[in-house]
């Protein structure tokens, strides 16, 4: 079984894992963020990408989301974990604690959002955002681990790199979700479209600027991120040591692309099948 996961640069970091290499990718979109680091662990390959780059390099609108899906296609893995710092939008949702997120709001304005387009056009369903099996999952793993996690949420995803103002906050709150983050749309969208099960975890650092006496500062961010990635490379090593293929075998993502083409095969230039081969293949 191959394992996907994307997060900042200290997560590959997890015990016990081997024979790590680097594995560095050119894609139809571009250079990945960074070189995948390959390792083994429970017997499973897991393949991890700094979402950031390594030294934290990329800007959220500036990673390169295209690059970075397609590459971890290319790798054949058969689900991505996504790891992120947050701000919570909840009191109950404190600083520390784990959201496994399973809706979205989007809130981007500058970022290329689909793998299609350019001579090609589909519409994948995307009421569920994220796979319910792999994030049961992840769940178990953080309640054997005793990490306080929220079962579900909604994340809402701005384009940054400026943190929120008190007006904007106040407004996110009033819609009703429950994390504001700047990376993982259109991650989940692109995981979406290459059929792959993916999952995000949201590790809440602050309570963004909605909280009087709590305003969000990067120090603050930076701090509580260090604490929370110990717990979060606890929660990986967890989920790879007890997932199975079979528990992925029914996601909603490995058919997204089923009746969701809609230009006609003998419209589909050669170059168009060969830019998105891996996507294609099976589905026209």
């Known amino acids: 079984m191959k394992i996907g996961i994307i997060g900042g640069s200290g997560l590959y970091d997890i015990e016990g894992l081997s024979e790590v290499e680097e594995i560095r990718l050119e894609t139809p979109f571009g250079k990945p963020s960074d070189a995948y680091i390959h390792g083994k662990l429970a017997g499973k390959d897991v393949y991890f990408l700094p979402r950031h780059g390594r ?17 971890f296609k290319m790798l054949e893995v058969d689900c991505i974990i996504s790891v992120s710092a947050v701000g ?44 319910p099996l792999l994030n ?9 681990e005793g990490i306080p996690y929220h079962p579900e949420g909604t994340y809402i995803c701005i384009e940054g790199p400026q943190f929120s103002t008190k007006a904007e906050s106040k407004i996110y709150r009033s819609w009703g979700v429950d994390v504001i983050g700047m990376t993982n749309i259109p991650e989940a969208k692109l995981a979406r479209e290459a059929e792959i099960p993916y999952s995000a975890v949201a590790l809440a650092t602050d309570y963004d600027v909605w909280k009087e006496g709590e305003e969000v500062n990067v120090e603050k961010v930076l701090a509580t991120m260090a604490r929370n990635i110990e717990n979060a ?17 029914n996601s909603p ?13 003998e419209y589909i230039t050669e170059e168009v099948k060969k830019r998105l081969s891996l996507l294609l293949e099976g589905r026209i």
Do not use: W
């Open 253 to 265: 993502a490995k058919t997204a692309l089923l009746g969701a083409i809609q230009t006609k095969p």
């Open 55 to 71: 030294g934290h390099v990329y800007l959220p609108s500036e990673v390169p989301y295209r690059a970075n899906i397609y590459g």
């Open 233 to 249: 490379k606890k929660m990986l090593k967890r989920v790879i040591e007890t997932i199975k293929p079979e528990d992925l075998e």
């Open 136 to 144: 049961r999952i992840i769940a178990e793993a953080c309640e054997a």
């Open 88 to 131: 919570s939008m909840k009191e109950e949702i404190k600083p520390g604690d784990f959201v496994i997120v399973t809706q979205y709001f989007d809130r981007t304005k500058n970022r290329p959002s689909t793998f299609f387009g350019n001579g090609i056009v589909a519409h994948i369903p995307f009421d569920t955002p994220t796979c």
